[in-house]
Every structure is written in C-alpha cells, then in structure tokens.
C-alpha cells in the first residue's frame, strides 16, 4: 500500500516511529530493514554498517548506523535477537538502501528472540496508514516551510 | 559493548587541540567522527583544550557554520554527537588561558577534564585517542 507517497508492502511489519521493517521468514528468523519513508526522509546515504553476526540486539536498539550528508543516524531495530547474517552489499554498494529500500537494501537477518513481544509494537496490514501518515506529517512540521 | 567490530575498543578520546573557532571550517569534523564513533556504540569523551573551548561558551558554536553551504552549525554538529552518547570535558587550564573561568558553559558539557584524563586514555592500550 501507499502512504504519504511511500510503500509499505503488506507482508511485512513496520515501527513508525524508528522507519523499520521486518520480514518474517518462516524459520524463527526475521529480515530487517529501513522504510521507502525513512530512507526518503533521511536523503542521500554515503555508508551502512549493519552489526556484525552474532550480535545481540533488543527491539528498538541500534542494528546499524548509516552516514548521511552531514548526518549520523542510528538505526533501530523493529525486533529483537541475534544477528545471523548481515547484507554484504552494503559496503560497497550502499544505494541499494535507495534503490530497493525492500529488497536488495536490506540491513540484517536476526534470530527472533520474542517474537510475540516485539510484535505488540509493530504495525502490520491497514494497520500501517495512520501512524505513518502521522510519521510523514511530523517530519513536514519538522523541516518547515518549504 | 559495540556489535559493529570483532574487537572493540573500550572507548575513543578525542582531544580537541587546534579545533579553532576562528577556523570553522574544520570543526564540523571532529564531532562527526565523534557522532559516528558513538553511534557505533563506543564509548566517546571529547576533551576541549587551547581555543577549542570558546566552543562551549553559549552562542559560539551555534554562530558557526564548517560551509557556507551548510545549514548545520557547529553547535548542530556537537548536539549530534552528545545525542549519540558523546561525553565532552573542558580542561581548566584553558578555560583560564582564554580568560573564560566561572563562565557558564552549554548544558552539553559534562564537566571538567584535561591533560591528566586525557593522557589515562591515551596510555590504556583498550582505549584509543585522536588529536583534532
């Protein structure tokens, strides 16, 4: 579905307000990622390094970091676990963070942790458009007029 | 303790020596790599010394900008880097030298530090240390 001009797949469970995804992947592990709206609003972004496997993070906790122009962001996770495997392409090719926000972009796959814990935060289905109509008007009050 | 490196140090010092704000130009830099460093969740302490601490006198740093084609002013780029978890000392040697004593300093600053603190982080071998 469409929200604000940004896509947000039905299949996949979103944080509204850190821009985050997660893919269920049928194994106890999850794919992870940021927002076609989060990466719109962050702009340009130079480098992502994703923790590395084995880490252990908490819903809400930093899974990446990603240099923007003039900018560091932390990214943080829609779920918690441990991270069994990160995207490679990344370090040389952090576009595809742009380009396929859904696919190729993605951050990190984690082990779910608590899956029904982290669930209760997340957004999934019709569930999506008004929090994240809410998400992109913030973020118009935030830069101001145009 | 940092998931981003196998190896992780237990902290970055930052010793902000010729970060002049007479030379903003080259402010922004310091408290970038600060902003990333502590992201990456590593410990930071950024030390201010010689010039660098008219930077936490209130108005300073937010009346410089590193580019005229920047919006962010250095004041920016050190909130930045405090968000991510950035710790910033002033050494009082210096706050004497720039005739800044007793002056209040932004609420960014956790306090004092100078050679003493920074050279125990530059001698911990866990611990490495920056010159900007």
């Known amino acids: ?146 | 303790m940092s998931g981003y490196t196998a190896q992780p140090a237990d902290g970055i010092a930052l010793l902000l020596w010729a970060a002049d704000p007479a030379d903003p130009q080259r402010l922004a830099t310091p408290f970038f790599h600060a902003a990333a460093a502590a992201a990456l969740e590593l410990p930071v302490e950024v030390y201010f010394t010689a010039r660098s601490v008219h930077l936490l006198v209130p108005g300073v740093a937010a009346g410089l900008r590193a580019s005229p084609l920047f919006d962010k002013t250095i004041l920016d780029a050190m909130r930045e880097a405090h968000a991510h978890g950035a710790r910033f000392f002033v050494c009082t040697d210096a706050l004497h030298a720039q005739g800044l004593a007793g002056q209040p300093l932004i609420a960014e600053c956790s306090g004092h530090g100078g050679a003493l603190q920074f050279m125990a982080r530059a001698g911990d071998l866990r611990w490495r240390s920056l010159v900007f």
């Open chain 1, 1 to 146: 579905m469409n929200v604000a001009g940004f896509e947000f797949p039905e299949a996949l469970f979103f944080h509204a307000e850190h821009q985050v995804w997660a893919r269920l992947e049928g194994d106890g592990t999850a794919t992870v990622g940021i927002t076609a709206m989060g990466v719109g609003q962050a702009g340009e972004i130079y480098m992502c390094r994703p923790k590395q496997v084995g880490a252990v993070v908490g819903q809400g906790q930093g899974m990446a970091v990603v240099e923007l122009a003039k900018s560091i962001v932390s990214v943080k996770s829609p779920v918690s676990g441990t991270v069994v495997a990160v995207n490679g392409q990344l370090a040389a090719t952090p576009e595809l963070v742009h380009t396929d926000p859904y696919g190729a972009g993605w951050l990190a796959r984690l082990e779910l942790a608590d899956w029904a814990a982290d669930a209760v935060a997340l957004l999934h289905g019709d569930a999506v458009v008004a929090p994240m109509q809410h998400q992109a008007w913030l973020f118009r009050q935030a830069e101001g007029p145009a």
